[in-house]
T-cell receptor, first 114, second 112 residues
Framework: DAGVTQSPTHLIKTRGQQVTLRCSPKSGHDTVSWYQQALGQGPQFIFQ???????QRGNFPDRFSGHQFPNYSSELNVNALLLGDSALYLC?????????????FGPGTRLLVL | EDQVTQSPEALRLQEGESSSLNCSYTVSGLRGLFWYRQDPGKGPEFLFTLYSAGEEKEKERLKATLTKKESFLHITAPKPEDSATYLCAVQARWGSQGNLIFGKGTKLSVKP
């Protein structure tokens, strides 16, 4: 049973550029959440997608946007990159019908902005 | 404001030396509390879900407990392979439902 997968594993960008990160959920899951984890900190919620719509959003600027496809996979887009966007970006998947929607995480994408 | 505080920030143990990690939380109605393990540069690995005060869950050398204000992760006779950062997260019943609110984690080092 394949778990959550993310690509790419590492990425280096310069300030002002745009980046797209990708996530495939665990088999049987229909909901995808994205988190940003700075070094030494806990993950911070960016947004969650269900049925191809943004269901909930955390305290992140509009530079952060996302999309969910009919096969439940998802993309996170970040425009006008800042140095402070350097972090580990985590995707988590869950099943909406599960009473607690336990979230399972992928390995993450390490983004470095120079 | 919903928040999670974990202590200590770092913990060094000798192999076989049991101890506990603390997770204190403030949330507008607890839907669930989650424990994850995270190895360096990797994504968090799910360990436990706790739903209500008094509940306990066990897995190998780990045991998680929950009260109305905090949760403990007890580690019995730890081994070096238990070294990792342990993250606690809560999910609120209302408002931020679906969103996990994480603490900063406790970095555990177990020396042989």
């Amino acid at each position: 049973d394949a778990g959550v997968t993310q690509s790419p594993t590492h990425l280096i960008k310069t300030r002002g550029q745009q980046v797209t990160l990708r996530c495939s959920p665990k088999s049987g899951h229909d909901t995808v959440s994205w988190y940003q984890q700075a070094l030494g900190q806990g993950p911070q919620f960016i947004f969650q997608y269900y049925e191809e719509e943004e269901r909930q959003r955390g305290n992140f600027p509009d530079r952060f946007s996302g999309h969910q496809f009919p096969n439940y996979s998802s993309e996170l887009n970040v425009n006008a990159l800042l140095l402070g966007d350097s972090a580990l970006y985590l995707c988590a998947s869950s099943f909406y019908g599960d009473s607690l929607e336990t979230q399972y995480f992928g390995p993450g994408t390490r983004l470095l902005v120079l | 404001e919903d928040q999670v505080t974990q202590s200590p920030e770092a913990l060094r143990l000798q192999e076989g030396e049991s101890s506990s990690l603390n997770c204190s939380y403030t949330v507008s109605g607890l839907r669930g509390l989650f424990w994850y393990r995270q190895d360096p540069g990797k994504g968090p690995e799910f360990l436990f879900t706790l739903y209500s005060a008094g509940e306990e869950k066990e897995k190998e050398r780990l045991k998680a407990t929950l009260t109305k204000k905090e949760s403990f992760l007890h580690i019995t006779a730890p081994k070096p392979e238990d070294s990792a950062t342990y993250l606690c997260a809560v999910q609120a019943r209302w408002g931020s439902q679906g969103n996990l609110i994480f603490g900063k984690g406790t970095k555990l080092s177990v020396k042989p």
